[in-house]
């Protein structure tokens, strides 16, 4: 009765080069933890199974989580894998999760899969959450 | 939208408007406007449908609006027009691109496994 909906969105690599250079600006020196993509073509940047990072990360194009972060994120497009856990304030255009996100989320696009875990403050223009995720707290829409 | 069996159905149609205290052993397929608080095995909100107030059921399936207090015992649904807002309980949650959902998100802990 109720098909089970597998939209999976591999959008994020369309708009990355339009907005690139307008996003990464002078920031370079400001903060000691900081990871910035920078150049005409943004490539995703992996945070590895295993890698555990601290501290603040900026990026005008993508980041695909798979170890732990725990700060501040300011990214274009957030996909946290199965293993992945994030923990602070992000804020992105669209996020796809597929593990663990926890704290301050605004976004977007908001996609949440069937095995994801979110717990915190959500503020979204667009939802999806597929049959089994999981999600706590408070919701708003822009 | 109910099975062929009606019995322990209830079915509110477009326009109609109902107030009160509801308890519905089987299927309440909603495409009018009721305040209150009604209790079914599962809810079917059509696409017109508004429910105001508490509504507790095993399964929910929103195409319309619940505003105040859902609590879906196993399923809820929430379509691509489907809103819902308030406090929300629930055991197993699907929304639909384009669903809207606000308030306050409560997973239960009697969690029933997914079929």
Redesign the interface.
């Known amino acids: 009765m109720f098909n089970k909906k597998n939209d999976n969105e591999n959008s994020e690599f369309s708009s990355e080069e339009l907005e690139s250079n307008e996003v990464v600006e002078s920031n370079e020196n400001s903060e000691s933890n900081t990871i910035q993509n920078s150049g005409a073509s943004l490539k995703p940047s992996i945070i590895s199974e295993g890698f555990e990072f601290t501290g603040d990360m900026k990026s005008g194009g993508s980041i695909t989580v798979d170890g732990t972060f725990k700060g501040n994120l300011s990214v274009q497009t957030l996909l946290i894998g199965s293993g992945g856990y994030v923990d602070g304030t992000v804020t992105a255009d669209s996020i796809n999760i597929k593990g663990v996100l926890s704290g301050v989320v605004s976004c977007r696009d908001l996609v949440i899969g069937g095995r994801a875990t979110v717990d915190g403050s959500l503020t979204y223009s667009s939802i999806t959450i597929q049959r089994g995720g999981t999600i706590k707290g408070d919701l708003k829409r822009k | 939208m109910a099975d062929n069996n009606q019995n322990g159905c209830l079915t509110v149609g477009e326009g109609v408007k109902l107030t009160g205290n509801f308890v519905v052993p089987d299927i309440a397929s909603i495409s009018g406007t009721i305040e209150g608080e009604i209790t079914a095995r599962e809810i079917l909100v059509g696409s017109t449908g508004i429910l105001k107030g508490k509504v507790t059921a095993d399964v929910v ?1 929103v195409r319309g609006e619940i505003h105040d207090n859902l609590t879906a015992n196993k ?1 809820l ?1 929430i379509r691509s027009t489907g809103k819902v807002i308030g406090t929300v309980q629930y055991t ?16 239960s802990a009697n969690g029933h496994s ?1 079929s």
Do not use: M, P, Y
């Open positions: 399936d399923s649904f197993e949650i699907e929304i639909e691109k384009g669903g809207d959902l606000q308030g306050n998100l409560l997973k997914a």
